[in-house]
């Protein structure tokens, strides 16, 4: 008889988190829907509310195919160099 460990043991590996910003004044903001129900709808009101009170310079929007999956290395490496600020959200 095989006995598999569900549990299994995985090391996750200390990282500093980045500076934040002073202010968002010309910062780019970065959209991440994840393919929630109403996640768009809660990213992009949030998203004006910080470009409008914030004086964030523009918001791009990304998605993923759904809440359940990460983001793949080429959109995490797209909003990188695309923007300052990311955002994502769950909404139901």
């Given at each position: 008889?095989?006995?598999?460990?569900?549990?299994?043991?995985?090391?996750?590996?200390?990282?500093?988190?980045a500076?934040?910003?002073?202010?968002?004044?010309?910062?780019?903001?970065?959209l991440l829907?994840?393919?929630?129900?109403?996640?768009?709808?809660?990213?992009?009101?949030?998203?004006?509310?910080?470009?409008?009170?914030?004086?964030?310079?523009?918001?791009?929007?990304?998605?993923?195919?759904?809440a359940?999956?990460?983001?793949?290395p080429?959109?995490?490496?797209?909003?990188?160099?695309?923007?300052?600020?990311?955002?994502?959200?769950?909404?139901?």
């Amino acid at each position: 008889m095989r006995i598999v460990d569900p549990i299994g043991a995985r090391a996750a590996a200390a990282r500093a988190l980045a500076a934040r910003p002073r202010s968002l004044e010309s910062v780019t903001i970065a959209l991440l829907d994840n393919s929630k129900p109403n996640a768009d709808v809660l990213l992009e009101r949030v998203g004006a509310l910080l470009a409008a009170r914030g004086g964030a310079r523009a918001v791009r929007a990304w998605s993923k195919p759904g809440a359940s999956t990460g983001a793949s290395p080429a959109v995490i490496e797209e909003i990188a160099a695309a923007a300052r600020v990311a955002l994502t959200a769950s909404a139901d």
